[in-house]
T-cell receptor, first 116, second 113 residues
Framework: GAVVSQHPSRVICKSGTSVKIECRSL??????MFWYRQFPKQSLMLMAT?????????EQGVEKDKFLINHASLTLSTLTVTSAHPEDSSFYIC????????????FGQGTRLTVV | AQSVTQLGSHVSVSEGALVLLRCNYS??????LFWYVQYPNQGLQLLLK??????LVKGINGFEAEFKKSETSFHLTKPSAHMSDAAEYFC???????????FGKGTRLSVIA
């Protein structure tokens, strides 16, 4: 199957700083990537859809100025958590689909963000 | 809008017993349905998928699921649970094409020795 790589797997940062998370499709081109957030013992909540070469589409209630998404190439999307606060601490996961209808999504390993 | 409902946030079975994790879907169009497994602090791994071909879908690690349109269900089963099956399981639905998956709330499976 296709491989999606996410980096870093864990990051601890201080309140007020920014953190960048990278999501790469290693063996296919992804015009669209999806970013999810997962709270402990909860499901995945879609944050935004990242589109190569254009602006991301954010879900209702997600602050676009706090969660900056850039999809500059067909294999890389980045999520930057700006001015992080402890409530931003969470597990962030990216995914991408192979081109074509009905295909499954491939997921990165996830990033555990802890803001102290 | 599409959605899935997973019945039971936690299921506990004995090693060697049948595993049954329930998922019901809501969709106005023929759905694409998936089951994923998540181990702690890891991403999601696809177990199996239904994309309107055979209604009985076989996946990895001995899991299978049956699509029942009349019941709007896509339950996940495994004849004999193994300790390594202990994890979080998510049912998901998607539109065709490059659209995101919508996940159920997840079911945590515990396997007792």
């Amino acid at each position: 199957g296709a491989v999606v790589s996410q980096h870093p797997s864990r990051v601890i940062c201080k309140s007020g700083t920014s953190v960048k998370i990278e999501c790469r499709s290693l063996d296919f081109q992804a015009t669209t990537m999806f970013w999810y957030r997962q709270f402990p013992k909860q499901s995945l909540m879609l944050m935004a859809t990242s589109n190569e070469g254009s602006k991301a589409t954010y879900e209702q209630g997600v602050e676009k100025d706090k969660f900056l998404i850039n999809h500059a190439s067909l294999t890389l999307s980045t999520l930057t958590v700006t001015s992080a606060h402890p409530e931003d601490s969470s597990f962030y996961i990216c995914s991408a689909k192979l081109p074509g209808a009905g295909t499954e999504a491939f997921f990165g390993q996830g990033t555990r963000l802890t803001v102290v | 809008a599409q959605s899935v409902t997973q019945l039971g946030s936690h299921v506990s079975v004995s090693e060697g017993a049948l595993v049954l994790l329930r998922c019901n879907y809501s969709s106005s169009v023929p759905p694409y349905l998936f089951w994923y497994v998540q181990y702690p602090n890891q991403g999601l791994q696809l177990l199996l998928k239904y994309t309107s071909a055979a209604t009985l879908v076989k996946g990895i690690n001995g899991f299978e699921a049956e699509f029942k349109k009349s019941e709007t269900s896509f339950h996940l089963t495994k004849p004999s649970a193994h300790m390594s099956d202990a994890a979080e399981y998510f049912c998901a639905v998607s539109d065709p094409g490059n659209t995101p998956l919508v996940f159920g709330k997840g079911t945590r499976l515990s396997v007792i020795a």
